[in-house]
């Protein structure tokens, strides 16, 4: 039953074992671990950098849900049209993104991934098949039908990726792209991270059932609920339905049961301005870590051992921490740049 499997995920003292790893490919599992330790560590250094003052413009992280971008991203070719929204470092830098060039973004430098106009909720890193980041809630998700769709037309197998969360659901566009995608047959996913909360609300408050898998049944897509916090889980269900998609089968719909644990925005928990978020549930979701749960997976197969762990996140910290100095250094773009690339119609200065 969905809703009994959902509600299982949902409660945050379940699922906090080691991820089962049997039958899966050696190298993708450590490329897993690597990208979602590259992502946190990434967003833990713009958590400190926005608290100690060097990013003016607001930052959603999305630390704890990693494994959602990370194990959809498996499947996924440079030649896919990714979108993405408000909370996106995970997704851009799963697609392979230059994690300088994002700090350079989120510090407005002109090296940013969108030339440092966007700052963290623009992003744009079309060479790795990022389409885009917008703050608009939903703004993105028609899009992906679009791209899916002009892949189609063009006689590709390449697909549309929309990455939404359960609060961008609530808004009507959501709910024509999943029904017009289906109608087209259009190749797309639709990523759901349901981390349960939309701002400062849980999901309790504003929808009669927590799962947003129910919307996919009603437009007739076929639909996967996962564990978001295991990497594995995610590439399972991702793997399945993006070879359906390649085929010409139509769209398809993931939800990933996650959560966040940072508040809304930066780097404060909001546990004082969360609706019914508890100390206790940051904790025990801590618990459900899916970096900590892949890495014991792992270990327990006999794949890799503590040691190795500790000196891949000594690695990885250094070359976060090289990518913030060097980014930290780069120039501002000059007042010239704001009248460039606002009108596309010379070809000139895209790209
Ligand atoms: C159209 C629109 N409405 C409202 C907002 C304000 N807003 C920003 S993020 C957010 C919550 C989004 O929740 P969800 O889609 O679940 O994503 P999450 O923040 O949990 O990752 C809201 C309401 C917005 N940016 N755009
Ligand atoms: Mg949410």
Redesign the pocket.
């Known amino acids: 039953m969905p809703d009994d499997f959902f509600n299982q995920l949902s409660d945050p003292a379940n699922f906090q074992h080691p991820v089962n790893v049997t039958g899966q490919d050696k190298n993708l599992l450590f490329n897993q671990l690597e990208s979602m330790l590259h992502i946190r560590e990434a967003e833990s250094c713009l958590a400190t950098g926005k608290r100690d003052g060097f990013i003016g413009g607001p930052v959603?992280l999305?630390v704890g849900q990693e494994a959602v971008a990370v194990g959809v991203a498996g499947s996924l070719r440079k030649s896919d049209k990714v979108f993405g929204?408000?909370?996106s470092h995970s997704h851009v830098l799963a697609m392979g993104a230059d994690v300088y060039r994002l700090f350079a973004e989120v510090l407005g430098k002109e090296t940013g991934l969108s030339r440092g106009m966007g700052g963290s909720m623009h992003l744009w890193d079309k060479p790795n098949g990022f389409y885009g980041a917008v703050?608009?809630?939903?703004?993105t998700v028609s899009l992906a039908v679009g791209a899916g769709l002009a892949a189609k037309l063009q006689g590709s197998k390449d697909i549309g990726v929309s990455f939404?969360?359960?609060?961008?659901?609530e808004?009507g566009v959501v709910h024509e792209s999943l029904n017009l995608a289906r109608i087209l047959n259009a190749p797309v996913l639709f990523v759901v991270?349901n981390?349960l909360?939309?701002?400062h609300m849980h999901i309790s408050l504003r929808q009669p059932k927590a799962s947003t898998a129910r919307f996919a049944a009603a437009n007739d897509l076929p639909y996967e609920i996962v564990d978001g916090n295991d990497a594995v889980a995610v590439h399972k269900a991702a793997a399945k339905l993006i070879a359906n998609i390649r085929e010409g089968r139509g769209p398809a719909f993931i939800e990933a049961i996650t959560y966040?644990w940072y508040g809304?925005v930066d780097w404060r928990e909001d546990i004082d301005v969360g609706v019914n978020r508890s100390s206790g549930d940051v904790s025990a979701w801590r618990k459900r870590d899916p970096i900590r749960r892949l890495a014991d997976g792992m270990i327990q197969a006999g794949l890799c051992n503590d040691t190795f762990i500790s000196e891949l996140k000594s690695r990885t910290q250094q070359t976060i921490s090289n990518a913030w100095q060097r980014a930290l250094a780069d120039p501002y773009p000059s007042s010239s740049a704001l009248l460039t690339r606002v009108y596309a119609s010379t070809g000139e200065n895209r790209g």
Do not use: T
């Not at 703050?135 to 703004?139: C, H, L, N, R, T």
């Not at 939404?164 to 659901?169: N, T």
């Open positions: 959603h999305g929204a408000h909370r703050p608009i809630v939903s703004g939404l969360g359960d609060g961008a659901v808004e991270e981390n909360f939309a701002s966040r809304h």
